[in-house]
């Protein structure tokens, strides 16, 4: 399948701080890229969409000033935890879907963020 | 009534059985299908996709869709230890935005 690449795989920062992940597709170009959150043994949560070169759709609940995301490319997108707090501490997961490829979804490594 | 509904589990099952994990859906405009598998503190990985009515048979895994009854399913043979995680069923949204994840279903593998 597609490889999707992530990291940092774990981020250990300061209450405050902010913090960036990356996303990129490695060997197809991503029209759209899907960022989601998991709390230990609870569900994936999408958090929101991204199509390239627009903004970002957000779920409902989901601040969008407070998780930047930025789509430049058909291969990187990226998410900024902005002064982050201990409760923004979770496993974050981006996805990246080709075009015509059947919908199919490929899921990055994921990061693990710990706000101290 | 939730988009996506899976039994939680855990579902226990023994070694060399086959595992049956079940999925509903509301929406009955999807048109796509998946069953994702996650290990403990993993990101999820496709095993199966499914778009027809029927049975796709890939190793020892079968995903059955019945678009009739809005339900997709997924049978693992000869279930081994290894195949122990949490499955997660997911469906293409009819407007083709996004792909809605059920909550998992959490099999275990018993020697």
């Known amino acids: 399948g597609a490889v999707v690449s992530q990291h940092p795989s774990r981020v250990i920062c300061k209450s405050g701080t902010s913090v960036k992940i990356e996303c990129r597709s490695l060997d197809f170009q991503a029209t759209t890229m899907f960022w989601y959150r998991q709390f230990p043994k609870q569900s994936l949560m999408l958090m929101a969409t991204s199509n390239e070169g627009s903004k970002a759709t957000y779920e409902q609940g989901v601040e969008k000033d407070k998780f930047l995301i930025n789509h430049a490319s058909l291969t990187l997108s990226t998410l900024t935890v902005t002064s982050a707090h201990p409760e923004d501490s979770s496993f974050y997961i981006c996805?990246?879907?080709?075009?015509?490829?059947?919908?199919?979804?490929?899921f990055g490594a994921g990061t693990r963020l710990s706000v101290l | 009534q939730k988009e996506v509904e899976q039994n939680s589990g855990p579902l226990s099952v023994p070694e060399g059985a086959i595992a049956s994990l079940n999925c509903t859906y509301s929406?009955?405009?999807?048109?796509?299908f998946f069953w994702y598998r996650q290990y403990s503190g993993k990101s999820p990985e496709l095993i199966m996709s499914?778009?027809?009515?029927g049975d796709k048979e890939d190793g020892r895994f079968t995903a059955q869709l019945n678009k009739a009854s809005q339900y997709v399913s997924l049978l693992i043979r000869d279930s081994q230890p290894s195949d122990s995680a949490t499955y997660l069923c997911?469906?293409?949204?009819?407007?083709?935005?996004?792909?809605?994840f059920g909550s998992g279903t959490r099999l275990s593998i018993r020697p």
């Open positions: 499914i778009y027809s009515n």
């Open positions: 997911a469906v293409m949204a009819s407007s083709a935005s996004k792909i809605i």
């Open positions: 929406d009955r405009g999807s048109q796509s």
């Open positions: 996805s990246a879907r080709a075009s015509g490829v059947g919908n199919i979804q490929y």
